[in-house]
């Protein structure tokens, strides 16, 4: 069973960054493709971003703001979001091998002034 786990999380200002981490049980290698996804209230859950073999997708409303990275050593996933806006606010979740394999917990990102 894969583990998922994101961190980094939380309260920012409109215009602000965080960055999301997601830590995985196993390697990556195996657990490609790598994602961010995220529901916000009332709304269906959406690709935010995916990441394999170094490849990058984006959702169109982050592109140029956000921006997923992966380091293989680590079994880790990263997430930065720049230039945060209120629309953003939303449970995000890791993801492992596309919708139909592993999710992590979830961490609430809350863009607000």
């Known amino acids: 069973q894969v583990q998922l786990v994101e961190s980094g999380g939380g309260l920012v200002q409109p215009g602000g960054s965080l960055r999301l981490t997601c830590a995985a049980s196993?390697?990556?290698?195996?657990?490609?493709?790598m994602g961010w996804y995220r529901q916000a209230p009332g709304k269906q859950r959406e690709m935010v971003a995916t990441?394999?073999?170094?490849?990058?997708n984006y959702e169109d409303s982050v592109k140029g703001r956000f921006t997923i990275s992966s380091d293989n050593a680590k079994n880790t996933v990263y997430l930065q979001m720049n230039s945060l806006k209120p629309e953003d606010t939303a449970v995000y979740y890791c993801n492992a091998k596309g919708t139909y394999g592993y999710w992590g917990q979830g961490t609430q990102v809350t863009v607000s002034s």
């Open positions: 990441i394999r073999s170094g490849l990058t």
């Open positions: 196993t390697s990556l290698f195996s657990i490609f493709p």
